[in-house]
């Protein structure tokens, strides 16, 4: 009886590990940080990143002869063909660029970031176009509060926000990839947490 226990439960902690494995883990691969605040007016960013689908080309351009609402100009290709196009308004500060891999399944997914606006975004290979898996814009947060999506040490994919000031707030969700719903799923972990600097990768 004895063996058939210890048996049972070498199985199970195999079964936990291998789920604990099996988990995503996001890598930052990319940073550039607030790169619009140096750019000169019409110049352009344009970085090459390989993927599960083939290398996807960014230009992202600063337009000057447009409305404040149309400030950045981003453009995708994969491989050749043209899967995006997206305008971005003036915001101060600029803009932040992010490449995270999940390194459970070679995807990268893309940040663009400001003070105001945090989007996460990857090739969906079934509708064959860039889809917005994350908008910070979609979940409760206090007013004011900068939002941040990034990988932390731990390897945790998370969209923080933060506020300073006399009552600073420190919020975040932790998102993973469901492979059945194809899109992110998350988890609300509350408030207290430290500065994003600090564990961010």
């Known amino acids: 009886m004895r063996k058939c226990v210890a048996v049972v439960l070498g199985l199970l902690v195999m079964a936990l590990s291998a789920v604990g494995f099996a988990a995503d883990s996001f890598q930052q691969v990319y940073e550039a940080k607030n790169f619009t605040e ?44 043209r899967i995006d196009e997206s305008y971005f308004p003036k915001v101060e500060k600029g803009y ?19 003070v105001e606006r945090a989007c996460l975004f990857g090739y969906s290979p079934d509708a064959q176009k860039f889809v917005t898996y994350i908008d910070s814009q979609n979940y409760a947060h206090a007013d004011r ?13 998370v969209l923080a926000f933060e506020k300073n000031g006399p009552t600073p707030t420190h919020a975040r969700y932790q998102f993973e990839w469901d492979p059945d719903t194809k899109w992110f799923s998350y988890t609300d ?10 564990d961010k990768q």
Not at 43 to 59: D, K, M, N, S, V
Request: charged content about 25%; overall charge neutral.
């Open 145 to 157: 509060a900068v939002p941040c999506i990034v990988a932390l040490k731990d390897g945790d994919l």
């Open 189 to 198: 972990i509350g408030g207290g947490w430290s500065p994003i600097d600090e």
């Open 38 to 81: 140096g750019m000169k007016d019409n110049q352009a960013l344009t970085e090459t990143f390989t993927t599960p689908y083939g290398p996807i080309r960014f230009q992202m351009r600063k337009l000057w002869q447009t409305g404040s609402d149309k400030r950045l100009h981003l453009i995708a290709w994969l491989k050749d063909k």
């Open 96 to 114: 932040t660029f992010r490449v995270i891999k999940d390194t459970s399944n070679s995807e990268l997914y893309f940040v663009i970031e400001s």
